[in-house]
């Protein structure tokens, strides 16, 4: 059996927003959990990783990946904790991929973060990348009965917060960790001094064979030993409600430049741009926010699991002055897969675009102006 139609596969279901409190709740708790921390040590290990923290300790009989794992989990817990929640519609999400189609001007900023620690959630995922079975079994002896076949990993979450180099410490001493960065041909460069902001980007939850039928034939090992989808398929009992998948953070002061697709930055690109979006007001606004409270039973059990955020979801979506017609959102869901960026033609079929605007004209002579991408509209209805 082979699929060669990726819109045979089950799209992606986000949860609905009020569930949002609850999923960063559980997502907590797993990060810290055991099963958390072996996956992330075994990723460091293994070379997948992008941040990877590092201390000397001497004498001991742990791997990097075990003490990077503590380290990158005691963050993570840290920043879904303090976490703003936020849930980006599909209409929201279509019109950030749309204007992302071009790189931000403006060099990044501290106050395009809409809360200095966030949790967004995407109707819609706003990207992916595949995953081959065949590079997945490269080396281990098993063989591909049929044509290889490519699953699809979607990008659905973010979490985000300000971040410096000395933000974890060892016995209470700055610069105890020191921070690498791995790049995709797996060369390594050292942090210096900085700030910046670090984004962790969430995949849907468990495998990319979970989405496959349970009795699709997958490999066959050397004694004859036949592996289904099912076999490899997630325990969505020991999981969380998305899956950590990768992280990358943008140097306050640093333009974007050119971004590969199906990367960390491109997936940074989409989501600094729906920061730019939601920052825009008056005859310019182009999103406009509703709030769903958390119900006071749920807000007594983040405060006993320490989560000091009240739970407050705020609902993202287009303003209304500007959004695209339930028929053209309709065309896009037609053309999409659910396990990618969705099509945003049929709702904005000429695209946003990017207006570098002086906020101080009376100044740019001498050069003491400031400037800032606002982005425009554009023909959003066809």
Known sequence: MRITDLRQLPAWSAPEPGQLPDWRADLAEFTGSAISLQTLSSAINAGKATMIPTVPVAGTTYSPGAIGAQLLARLEVQRLERAQLYYATDD??????????????????????????GFMVFQQPIGGYAVSVGDALAGTGFEIPGPDLSLTSPIVAVSWSTWTPDDVLVDGRPGSVRWLNQSAEGQMLAFGAMRGVWLTFYADAGSPYDVLPPDLLVSVGPDGTKVTAGMLATDRRITGPVSWDNEVVLAYGTPFGDTPEDSTLRWAQVVYTAWQLMAQTGSGQLTETASIPRARVGQKRDRRAGIPDDGTVRIVNVHTRHRPSRAAAEKDAAASTGRREP????????????????????????????????????????
């Open 92 to 117: 929201m999400v279509s019109l950030a991929l749309a204007a992302a189609e071009t790189p931000p001007t403006e060099p990044v900023r501290e106050s395009r973060l809409p809360s200095p620690a």
């Open 343 to 382: 099509s945003w033609t049929c709702r904005w079929p000429v695209r946003p675009y990017r207006r570098y605007t002086c906020l101080n004209p009376r100044a740019h002579e001498d050069g003491g102006c400031e400037h800032e991408d606002r982005i425009v509209p554009g023909h959003v209805r066809g």
